[in-house]
């Protein structure tokens, strides 16, 4: 994932207001995707 998509994918969770956990529910992650993306894994 480059640098771009991965801020531009942490901005959009933060402005969506809706916990990243409950976000990774609704779309059918596991828990820990968005913390992944945060730590650019």
Do not use: C, Q
């Not at 207001?17 to 968005?34: A, C, K, M, Q």
Request: glycine fraction near 8%; charge should be positive.
């Amino acid at each position: 994932m480059t640098e771009f998509v991965r801020k531009r994918l942490a901005e959009l969770i933060t402005a969506s207001g809706i916990p990243p956990s409950r976000l990774s529910e609704l779309l059918y992650l596991n828990p820990g995707y968005f913390s992944d993306v945060r730590r650019g894994k």
